[in-house]
Structure formats: C-alpha cells, structure tokens
C-alpha cells in the first residue's frame, strides 16, 4: 500500500513507514510528517541460502536478488553506494519464500522478526541473514506517520496515539501472551514459534 497517498486522501489517520519514506514525502512536497519511530535498529535484511558462497554482503554484488518495489527509495541506493549493487540485479519480491526455497543460489529480502524463521522452518537450516543496520544502514525504522494537517490541528488526538502505542509496546515486552491471543485469533494458522521469534527479535530493535 501507498502510505502517503492513503493519508492524504484521508483513507487512514496514520500509517506505519519507514524514515525514508517519510523523507521522501517532504522531497515530493507531500504533506506528511513522521510523528515516532519504535524501532531504534532497522530490521531489514537480505537472505541467502547456507553454502551457497554468499557469506558476506559483498559476496552478493552481481548476484540476482529479489526486492520489493520499496526498496528502490529505501535500502537499494544505500547498497548500491557502499557495495555497488546495480539496478540490474534486482528481481520481483512477492512476499513469498517458495521462490527462494525451490533455487539454492536464491537471494531475497526479508525482516529480521519473520522471514529467518519461516525459512529456517522449511529448510531445516539457518539460513545466511545480514542485518542491513550492521553494515550502515542506519534509518528510523516503523515510524508512525501522519498528516502535518493531523499534526497542526488534531495535536491532542496525534499525542494521544502515539502515547498508546508505546504503552502497546511496552506492554508486549512485558508480556506478550495477551498480543499472542489477539494474533492467534485473527491469524490462527500462525504458530506460537513465530511469534516468539518475532517478540525476541522485536526485543532486539
């Protein structure tokens, strides 16, 4: 989805992004602000497969990698100035790992609270996980955006979301088998595993 388009069509009040993305919007004259971020570390991560000669992010240069679109305004330009990636390397990401799971030389994009861990499942080995943020890539990562209209005219109402989703997270870190319920309701294929994984990686950030 297009966060900004979304909240300045007042589809939606706010809309978790990226710093990025929020940057991005101030270059294009868009009139959205970053009002928080929750995540100190980004956790943004490109996968590849154990033993396939990709041990280090310099070892993917050249190599087909697969990307969703928003990389092109986010992470992509930093790997291209530090590693040389190119624009020649990228390939469709569809938020799915059977394409990497079925190509042994396969390297995809991923989030370090879930992609690791469902690949890890179905392989039945860890897979070659490089934190973007280790390497230097150091933006503000889910930040609650909104409207600068939202901001100037509903300060009350921007101070009062953001003081509950801390207190959200705060609350998960505490004790996460009430939020644990809650997905399992919504989402009951997903297994307490992954959402484990994903709490002591969410720790991490």
Request: charged share 20%.
């Amino acid at each position: 989805l297009n966060g900004p388009t979304l909240l300045v069509s007042g589809g939606t009040d706010f809309f978790v992004g990226s710093g990025f993305e929020a940057v991005k919007s101030v270059e294009q004259g868009i009139p959205v602000v970053a009002v928080a971020a929750l995540f100190q570390k980004d956790p943004q991560v490109l996968i590849a497969h154990p033993n396939a000669g990709h041990d280090k992010l310099e070892d993917l240069k050249g190599k087909p990698i697969m990307v969703s679109a928003s990389a092109n305004t986010s992470y992509w330009p930093f790997l291209a100035g530090k590693f040389g990636y190119t624009d020649s390397q990228k390939r469709p990401y569809a938020f799915n790992i059977a394409p990497f799971l079925a190509d042994p030389q396969a390297i995809q994009q991923g989030y370090g609270t879930s992609e690791p861990y469902t690949i890890e499942k179905s392989l039945g080995k860890k897979p070659n996980v490089f934190y973007l943020a280790d390497h230097g890539y150091l933006p503000y990562a889910n930040t609650i955006e909104t409207t600068r209209e939202n901001v100037e005219k509903r300060p009350e109402m921007v101070r009062k979301f953001v003081a509950a989703t801390i207190k959200g997270w705060e609350s998960y870190l505490k004790n996460p088998q009430p939020a644990f319920a809650a997905i399992r309701k919504m989402n009951p294929e997903m297994s307490v595993e992954l959402m484990n994984f994903g709490y002591q990686r969410s720790e991490e950030h």
